[in-house]
């Protein structure tokens, strides 16, 4: 329970950081409104809140995080900005998630 609690933290994290980073985006590459910089300021804040609720020692965390972060900035491609993501991406996101699932296993057992 604890391992799918934490793995559902990291996502929610990484959604956090995804938005308070592609909202800028939008404001400086689309056209969007200055406006949008309120919310990803509130975004980045939550992201950083978040991180200090997992349960191990913060740079764990945050080398673990990594490989959440980038199976989820894939899932944004496909679904946000709705790019093909390719065997390479794919490959690329397990090789990470995998090194992830390392981290927080020895961490856990140490």
Known sequence: MLILKTFALFVLTAVAEIVGCYLPYVWLRKNGSPLLLIPAFACLALFAWLLTLHP???????????????????????????????????????????????IVWGGWRA
Not at 66 to 87: E, I
């Open 56 to 102: 191990a020692a913060s740079g764990r965390v945050y080398a673990a995080y990594g490989g959440v972060y980038v199976a989820v900035a894939l899932v944004w491609l496909w679904k946000v900005d709705r790019a093909p993501v390719t065997m390479w991406d794919i490959t690329g996101a397990a090789v990470a998630i995998a090194g992830m699932g390392i």
